[in-house]
């Protein structure tokens, strides 16, 4: 099936419309028309080959939420109709130990939605900014929202599992200090998800016009990191910090607000590495720094479910295909309350003509 999609032929060109094959439904695959797609900036970096290995054309998005159209003959738990969504992970080798406990996140032959290797024409995966999707059962989410709330439900595949994995992981909760560094599309669903949680929540921002929001986000208190008064203000107090900060900074400046056995998991995956924390700031307090990456299937389902049962969606801004580029920049500018988020519909008029297989 040929459908309508928005990539890049190069990292240092803009996004454009194109056209891309998807599979025919094979025995477990369900077909899904694209209702919605997140922007994350990890599309972003993907897109201009800021991690390297990016294949061209490259289409993006990890945050998909649509209606299942279609599905193969041994698929029992989807049927047309279904709402449900995609994440990062549209296959793993499904044998091993990481598969077994439902970490695919963590699996060596993990498939990400996009630029990963597969059978299918081109050769790799290619991501939600497109008319529709097909992928194994096993990696299809079911969504409990109510469909009016399903474009704010798509950043929950990507940005809300992100932050809602190392938050369970470290155990966000009542009687816990968490800060959260960054209020972006991860940050703010970060703060959201670690407020449900019932934990005291910190946001850290280096934009001083996002205090009142980051309260109204849930909150407890604001600090701007630019602040140093404001920053001592909380050392030694943390049991965990969220940093889902995209540019490297300064690390030492949050572990010191940690307390004794306190923990710092980075998400964010800036293009150019952070300089090593002072080994001081580790041992004096047996602190640790650890990393996450998005979250396996089953922690998947349970964060929707968790974000049905207490409202939670994303703070959204709805676009159309042809702003995409527009919108990228003004991710780098911090000029979006939280997340973009593509009206797939938009794509059946892009005028798309470029068949990439
Ligand atoms: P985003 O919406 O652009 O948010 C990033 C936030 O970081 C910004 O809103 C800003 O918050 C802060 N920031 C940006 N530049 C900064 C700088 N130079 N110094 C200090 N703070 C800065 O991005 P996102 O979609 O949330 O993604 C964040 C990062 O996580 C990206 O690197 C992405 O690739 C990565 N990611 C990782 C995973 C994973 O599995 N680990 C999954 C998804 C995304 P303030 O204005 O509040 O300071
Ligand atoms: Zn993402």
Same mark, same amino acid.
């Given at each position: 099936?040929?459908?309508?999609?928005?990539?890049?032929?190069?990292?240092?060109?803009?996004?454009?419309?194109?056209?891309?094959?998807?599979?025919?439904?094979?025995?477990?695959?369900?077909?899904?028309?694209?209702?919605?797609?997140?922007?994350?900036?990890?599309?972003?970096?993907?897109?201009?080959?800021?991690?390297? /290995?990016?294949?061209?054309?490259?289409?993006? +998005? &990890?945050?998909?939420?649509?209606?299942?159209? @279609?599905? *193969? #003959? !041994? =698929?029992?738990?989807?049927?047309?109709?279904?709402?449900?969504?995609?994440?990062?992970?549209?296959?793993?080798?499904?044998?091993?130990?990481?598969?077994?406990?439902?970490?695919?996140?963590?699996?060596?032959?993990?498939?990400?939605?996009?630029?990963?290797?597969?059978?299918?024409?081109?050769?790799?995966?290619?991501?939600?900014?497109?008319?529709?999707?097909?992928?194994?059962?096993?990696?299809?989410?079911?969504?409990?929202?109510?469909?009016?709330?399903?474009?704010?439900?798509?950043?929950?595949?990507?940005?809300?599992?992100?932050?809602?994995?190392?938050?369970?992981?470290?155990?966000?909760?009542?009687?816990?200090?968490? /800060?959260?560094?960054?209020?972006?599309?991860? +940050? &703010?669903?970060?703060?959201?998800?670690?407020? @449900?949680? *019932? #934990? !005291? =929540?910190?946001?850290?921002?280096?934009?001083?016009?996002?205090?009142?929001?980051?309260?109204?986000?849930?909150?407890?208190?604001?600090?701007?990191?630019?602040?140093?008064?404001?920053?001592?203000?909380?050392?030694?107090?943390?049991?965990?910090?969220?940093?889902?900060?995209?540019?490297?900074?300064?690390?030492?400046?949050?572990?010191?607000?940690?307390?004794?056995?306190?923990?710092?998991?980075?998400?964010?995956?800036?293009?150019?590495?952070?300089?090593?924390?002072?080994?001081?700031?580790?041992?004096?307090?047996?602190?640790?720094?650890?990393?996450?990456?998005?979250?396996?299937?089953?922690?998947?389902?349970?964060?929707?479910?968790?974000?049905?049962?207490?409202?939670?969606?994303?703070?959204?801004?709805?676009?159309?295909?042809?702003?995409?580029?527009?919108?990228?920049?003004?991710?780098?500018?911090?000029?979006?309350?939280?997340?973009?988020?593509?009206?797939?519909?938009?794509?059946?008029?892009?005028?798309?003509?470029?068949?990439?297989?």
């Amino acid at each position: 099936m040929l459908v309508n999609a928005y990539g890049a032929h190069a990292g240092n060109q803009p996004l454009q419309p194109l056209r891309i094959t998807r599979r025919a439904p094979g025995a477990h695959d369900v077909q899904i028309d694209i209702a919605f797609c997140g922007i994350c900036h990890s599309d972003l970096h993907q897109v201009r080959s800021e991690w390297e /290995g990016t294949q061209y054309p490259c289409v993006p +998005g &990890h945050e998909i939420v649509g209606r299942v159209t @279609a599905v *193969g #003959a !041994h =698929v029992a738990t989807f049927k047309p109709g279904d709402l449900v969504g995609i994440g990062c992970i549209v296959d793993s080798c499904k044998h091993c130990a990481d598969c077994d406990e439902g970490l695919e996140n963590y699996c060596d032959g993990m498939i990400g939605t996009y630029n990963f290797p597969t059978a299918d024409a081109p050769g790799w995966t290619q991501g939600g900014y497109s008319q529709a999707i097909v992928v194994h059962e096993r990696y299809v989410l079911r969504i409990r929202h109510p469909e009016a709330q399903l474009a704010a439900v798509a950043p929950l595949l990507c940005a809300g599992i992100t932050t809602y994995s190392p938050l369970r992981h470290w155990q966000a909760g009542p009687g816990k200090k968490v /800060g959260v560094v960054g209020i972006g599309g991860l +940050g &703010h669903m970060g703060i959201k998800l670690a407020h @449900a949680m *019932g #934990a !005291h =929540v910190v946001a850290f921002t280096t934009s001083p016009s996002k205090r009142e929001a980051a309260l109204q986000l849930g909150a407890d208190e604001v600090v701007v990191s630019r602040n140093p008064e404001e920053m001592a203000a909380h050392l030694k107090s943390f049991d965990f910090i969220l940093n889902t900060v995209a540019a490297p900074h300064d690390l030492d400046a949050f572990m010191v607000l940690l307390k004794r056995d306190g923990a710092m998991t980075l998400v964010g995956a800036p293009a150019t590495p952070h300089d090593a924390p002072n080994v001081f700031n580790l041992i004096m307090k047996r602190r640790t720094l650890a990393g996450s990456m998005i979250g396996g299937i089953p922690q998947t389902q349970e964060m929707l479910d968790f974000c049905a049962e207490h409202g939670i969606v994303a703070d959204i801004e709805l676009i159309q295909a042809g702003e995409i580029n527009e919108a990228y920049e003004r991710m780098l500018r911090g000029e979006v309350k939280y997340r973009f988020v593509i009206d797939n519909a938009s794509l059946g008029s892009t005028g798309a003509s470029t068949p990439v297989s």
